[in-house]
C-alpha cells in the first residue's frame, strides 16, 4: 500500500488529492510542519529532505511532488489521471514543472527567504516582491486556462497541483478574482468528492 506523508496545505495537498481521484489504496500520516515533524529523526530517516510530499511505495520512497503526481497518474488507469497522447502528456508536465519550479518558490520567497539569503534586508527586499511575482505568474496561468481544466476539458493532476497553489494566493496578497478562470477552476475543484475528503483529512471543512 500507498502511504502519503502531507501537510495541510501544503503543496503535497496535490498528491492527496490526486490519490483520492485515482482509486489506489493508500493511506496519509499528517506532518506537522509548525511542531518540526519533518526534522524529526524517524521523519529524516525516510526523507532526508526533510520537507512534503514524501511517497512511500514497495520500491521506495518518492519525494517532488511533480514526480509524485506523475507516478500516481502512471498507476491510475489509463487516461484517468493524465494524457496518453505524448505531447499533451509533455504539455501537462511542463505545466506542473512551471508550477513547482517558479510559482512555488516565487510564495516562499515570502516565508522562508532565509532560504536564499541571511541578510535581513535581502530576506525582506524578497518578501517585498511576492504580490508581483506571484501575480505576474497567475497572469500567466489565466492565459492560458481554456476548458474547464488545465488540459482543457480533460482533467489531469495538474487540476489539483493549480488548486493547491491557487488557495495560496490571498495570503500572498493577490485577490483571486483578478483571474476570472483561476477562480472559476477553483470553483468547480471545491466541487469534486475527492477534494472534499483530501480536506477533510486535513481537518478543514472546505477550501
Known amino acids: 500500500m500507498l502511504t502519503l506523508y502531507t501537510a495541510p496545505g501544503s503543496c503535497s495537498r496535490a498528491s492527496h488529492i490526486a490519490l483520492e481521484e485515482s482509486g489506489l489504496e493508500f493511506e496519509v500520516r499528517l506532518v506537522d510542519l509548525v511542531r518540526g515533524d519533518q526534522r524529526r529523526p524517524e521523519y529524516l530517516a525516510m526523507n532526508p529532505k526533510g520537507r512534503v510530499p514524501a511517497l512511500v511505495t514497495d520500491q521506495g520512497v518518492l519525494t517532488e511532488s511533480p514526480a509524485l503526481l506523475a507516478y500516481i497518474a502512471a498507476l491510475a488507469p489509463p487516461g484517468l489521471l493524465a494524457p496518453v497522447d505524448p505531447f499533451a502528456l509533455a504539455r501537462m508536465q511542463a505545466f506542473n ?10 510564495h516562499a520567497h515570502g516565508r522562508r527567504a532565509s532560504r536564499w539569503s541571511d541578510d535581513v534586508a535581502a530576506q525582506a527586499s524578497m518578501a517585498a516582491k511576492v504580490t508581483q511575482n506571484m501575480r505576474d505568474c497567475f497572469t500567466l496561468i489565466e492565459a492560458d486556462l481554456e476548458g474547464d481544466w488545465v488540459m482543457g476539458d480533460v482533467y489531469s493532476v495538474a487540476d ?8 495560496w494566493l490571498e495570503s500572498d496578497g493577490v485577490d483571486i478574482a483578478e483571474f476570472p478562470r483561476v477562480q472559476a477552476h477553483y470553483q468547480r475543484m471545491t466541487q469534486r468528492p475527492a477534494v472534499a475528503r483530501a480536506l477533510k483529512v486535513e481537518g478543514l471543512p472546505h477550501a
Not at 514543472?97 to 516565487?106: I, P
Not at 489539483?160 to 488557495?167: I, K, N, R
Open 160 to 167: 489539483p497541483y493549480l488548486f493547491t497553489f491557487s488557495a
Open 97 to 106: 514543472l512551471y508550477l513547482a519550479a517558479t510559482v512555488q518558490v516565487a
